[in-house]
Each structure stands twice: as C-alpha cells, then as structure tokens.
C-alpha cells in the first residue's frame, strides 16, 4: 500500500512539474516566450503577441522585405506595396515576391485584400498607424502587427534585432548585426582625423534630380559616417506632398557641390545630360554617381545594404584610405553569407552600374 502511494505521489509530482514548466514564460532580451507564443516590442513601444510559427507576412515597408528575406529565405511574403515588387535579385531571392498581392502602401492598407492572404504578421509603417483609420483597420483585424520606424544606423539596426525575433531568427539578426557595427567602425575609423576641406561635399538626390533627405535621417547618417559632408544639412528645405523635400536648381547652384550621389541611374542620366545642370562642377567633373543596385538602392532610406554604400563610398572618394578594402569580394561575401547566394562577376557589375537590377514604374 505504501508503494503504491509513493508511486501515486510520484506520478502527480511529475505532472505538477511538467505543467508549469509549459506555463512559465522565460525572458529572453526584451522578448518574452512562451510555448509558441511570443511577445515583441516595436518600434513606437508597443507589445505585439505573436502565437505561433510566423511562415507568412505582409509587409508595407521595404526594408521588412529585405530584412525577412535575409534572415529566413523560407518567408513567404504575401502582400506587398508596390515598391518591392520592382527589385530583380530580391525577387530572385524569395520567388513569393512573385505571387504577392499589392495591398497598399506606406500610407494605407486595403484590408480586404490583405485579410484574404491570411498572414501570421503584418509589418507597417509609423506613417500608416498615425492616420486613425488605417490604424482602426489594423486593429479590427485582429492580426499581429509590428510597426517599424527608425532615423538612423542605429535604430535600424533594432528593427532587424526585432524582425529577427518576431519569426524566430535572432542569431541570424545578431550576426547581420555585427557585421553591420563592424562595418561602420571600420569606415569611421578611415575618415576620423579627416580635415573638413578635404571631405568631400556631396547632394544625394532621390529618385527625382532636387529630391533630397533632410538632417535626421538615415540617409543623412550614412553620409556623414562614409566622411561626406551633406550640402543640406543645415539648409531649409521647400516641403511639397507626401512629407518630399526638394531643393531649387538655384540652391544647388549656390552650394555647387563637389558630387552628386543619385539612387535612380535615370536620374543620374538627366542630371548629366540636361543643359541646365550643366554649370555644376560635379556635372564638368563627371562626378555624379549612380549609386548601386542589389536587392534594394544602396543607401536608400529604406534599403538594408547601408554597410555596403559605406564601403562603396569610401572606394569611389578616398580610394587611398581604402586601398585594402576588395569591393568585388566583398558584395560576393555579403551575399553569400546573409543570403546563401552567389552572385557572379557579372552581376557584381550590374550591382555596381545598378543596371537592370530594378523595374520601372
């Protein structure tokens, strides 16, 4: 009788044991895991319950795409804006791109085509939740979403820690990480004791020739840590729709900068080959440069290939400082380390030209 007690005592111990351990949830960073259960902070400080495997998203922001991507080639993306469907080798890369609908932008969402996708997660923007009513869309249905944000190196760094923890990835987004730290620690270390006459002075147009970023963005950030000296920076710029900022052809004139670095090659094109643009030193130095395509335009607010613009950059303006940096070899590593992909030498080409590497409009 006594035996069979004890057993009987052993038997409900174990029980007891194993049921809180599948209650108890384990901090882990600033996520908190349960059984199949997750709990993510954002980028605006709000804690997204994630339940289950995430295998499909919809994403509203550029940077999720590459970010996913790069961290799970797995990930099916299905619902899209329509920027990311213009990106050759990211295509490539994750073939759902192909299949995924377009069901809004940075701004807005169409919720019927998006809830007939059936995501696990949905990644916007800090734009699209400050408008009430996409966000009360979002709300009302009742799927996880994360909203990213950042301003610079930085900050975009924590939304690849917080990509990576949403669907499981997290070493994987620490290792991009630290290469990205790295990257940028190199490249400040090149241009540090730099004097100010020699940085070069350079206008980063975007997409269209006075289209620019303001003093607070990850653009402007990248510039300044390659030891480029932004002719905007401290300038005020006209405001025009959708939160754009241009600079007038005078403006340009008046700081006639020494280069021009242009992330649309067409652009690039027009600049060089438009007589009104003709005074410009950078235009009768033949210094405007298209900046590179790979899976998003380098540099790009929205592009996670920053570390590799830095490198770019510092090759084409101060070659001497970075005379031991092999830039072939470098993109070919990048890829195939966080993306398990070869490019050739011809594509390393078509990369650097950013030539065929996106669709238009």
Known sequence: MKRIKLLNFIVVLIITTLLTTACVGVKRSNTMVWDNHIVVVDSIGRSVEINGKVKKVAVFYPLAGHGLTMLDRDIEIVAVSQGLKRDVLLEELNPSLTNAVIAGSGKEVNIETLMAQNPDLIIVTKNM??????????????????VIDYSNIREQQDVIAMLGKA???????KAYNEFYKDTVSLVKKSVENMPEPERVRVFHSISEATRTEIKGTISSDWINTAGLMNVIEDEKLNIFENSKYFASLEQIYLWDPDAFLVNDIETAKYIMGDDKWAGLSAVKNQKVYPLPTGISRWGHVSSLEIPLVLLWTGKIFYPDKFSHIDLNQQIKDYYKNFFDYEVSDKQVESILKAEGMRLKK
């Open 167 to 173: 669907i499981g990835k997290e070493e994987r987004a």
């Open 129 to 146: 939740v400050s408008n009430e009513g996409e966000k009360q869309k979002l709300d009302h249905s009742n799927i996880p979403y994360l």
